[in-house]
């Protein structure tokens, strides 16, 4: 089930603006089946519901930005499967499949010309591959160097240089949104390598090396610190 909530906080004072607006979330949260999905809009930042969901769940939710500012905020959060516990690999390949999923989306709003779609997919694809790369350099690959070999093993020069190609898959994305003209967009886009295929080997490559190593080093108060600042990175 995928449910949109849109919240017009008129006419209410400041404080309780936001009390009213984490508990209504927090309580359509609640009611989601394990895979059901909620997406909603707001005016202003949604780290404190990140914050309220880990008081309450644990790390047990997923949560992505769509939409960041700076006039609307735009957040996506899903539920696991029943019974699969979130770890730092099921977060990372739920994430995957994710931006797989809005990669097809957006390759049949090409095909079908769908501008406004197009437009919207591509931001949201800019935004998540970013993240993506971001969280990865910013948190989860300085941990492993720390108490790895990674560095030495040349793991780390490999994965920035996916990082810097999924960099460019993400500025094409964003160089979409100044044309309206299908032609520009599908000769944008009319690559003899199709530009998602870097973010799968990439993929491929945390699932063999940077995986099995997160199982070896980190112990679980460790894995629970670090779920904890992935989920709310950017958000």
């Not at 906080?9 to 404080?15: C, D, F, R, S």
């Not at 997406?39 to 780290?47: A, H, R, S």
């Not at 886009?189 to 997160?214: G, I, K, W």
């Amino acid at each position: 089930m995928y449910l949109i909530y849109i919240f017009d906080l008129e006419g209410q004072g400041a404080m309780d603006r936001e009390i009213s607006k984490w508990e209504r979330l927090l309580d359509a949260f609640e009611h989601l089946l394990p895979e059901d999905t909620l997406e909603f809009v707001t005016n202003g930042p949604v780290g404190q519901l990140v914050v309220e969901l880990q008081k309450r769940y644990g790390a047990d939710f997923y949560c992505w930005p769509l939409e960041r500012g700076p006039r609307a905020w735009r957040v996506v959060l899903a539920k696991p499967a029943s019974g699969q516990p979130i770890n730092l690999a099921t977060l990372m390949r739920a994430d995957h499949l994710r931006l797989g999923e809005l990669w097809a989306q957006f390759e049949q709003a090409v095909e079908l010309c769908q501008i406004d779609t197009i437009h919207r997919l591509s931001a949201e694809l800019s935004l998540g591959l970013r993240r993506y790369v971001d969280i990865e350099e910013a948190v989860l690959f300085p941990v492993l160097e720390g108490q790895t070999s990674m560095a030495v093993a040349g793991w780390r020069e490999r994965m920035r240089t996916e990082h810097r190609e999924i960099g460019r898959i993400a500025e094409q994305l964003d160089k979409l949104r100044m044309t309206r003209e299908c032609a520009a967009i599908l000769e944008m886009f009319d690559r003899p390598v199709e530009p998602m295929m870097m973010f799968r080997q990439h993929c491929r490559t945390e699932e063999a090396l940077v995986y099995p190593l997160m199982n070896m080093v980190f112990d679980p108060a460790k894995e629970h610190e670090i779920l904890f600042l992935l989920q709310a990175f950017q958000i």
